[in-house]
């Protein structure tokens, strides 16, 4: 089982849409959760991070966590083909270092 | 992008040749880390550092060795490259003072080709 778990896509949803992207973990014992963003080319780029479950929001970004259920999301409101690119989703494992371990990324396609 | 730079930005080279990436931070940060990228795999830790002479192994550092002798840089070194070592590679920075530890800021890539 990888220790970060997300669906490859590619995610389509219209213009104006809202955008749910979603993300298991195995360690329990993760603290620290990170949305990434990578547009094609270029380096994955901090969107958020959130530490405590529920909701944390940001502008037109959601991001939503679940320990007891493993999981993590990231809901984007009022969909633009700007938010189309890559979605990393990273886990702070517990064990030091500050490393993360991320997810392979989902693919976002916002359609006119 | 949080002052990172790295360099070579582009580099091609053969089969059996060292290369060295460099990558220089202006933040003070902390920890600095290497990743590669590939199709399919996403990122992985290649090494880390936890400050000046301090480093350790991520998850794929067969084949690579890493150096930092002041704060700003973080070598990453392939003594012999490999084709399979062909990858996007990312250098990133965390644990600013004052600030989240463990957030890690991106540097631009070095796409690395090797023949």
């Given amino acids: ?112 | 992008d949080a002052g990172i730079t790295q360099s070579p930005r582009h580099k091609v080279t053969e089969t059996g040749t060292p290369v060295t990436l460099r990558c220089h931070q202006t933040e003070n940060h902390r920890y600095m880390y290497w990743y590669r990228q590939d199709p399919g795999h996403g990122l992985r830790l290649i090494h880390y550092s936890y400050g000046v002479k301090d480093t350790d192994k991520g998850e794929v550092s067969d084949g690579y060795s890493v150096s930092r002798s002041k704060t700003e840089d973080f070598l990453l070194t392939l003594e012999s490259a490999t084709s399979s070592q062909t990858s996007v590679y990312f250098c990133a920075i965390s644990g600013r003072a004052g600030g989240q530890e463990d957030t890690q800021y991106f540097g631009p890539g070095t796409r690395l080709t090797v023949l």
Avoid at chain 1, 30 to 47: D, T, V
């Fill in chain 1, 1 to 112: 089982q990888k220790e970060v778990e997300q669906n490859s896509g590619p995610l389509s949803v219209p213009e104006g849409a809202i955008a749910s992207l979603n993300c298991t973990y195995s360690d329990r014992g993760s603290q620290s959760f990170f949305w990434y963003r990578q547009y094609s080319g270029k380096s994955p780029e901090l969107i958020m991070f959130i530490y405590s479950n529920g909701d944390k929001e940001d502008g037109r970004f959601t991001a939503q966590l679940n320990k007891a259920s493993q999981y993590v999301s990231l809901l984007i409101r009022d969909s633009q083909p700007s938010d189309s690119a890559t979605y990393l989703c990273a886990v702070a494992l517990p064990g030091g270092g500050n490393k993360l371990t991320f997810g392979t990324g989902t693919q976002l396609k916002v359609e006119l």
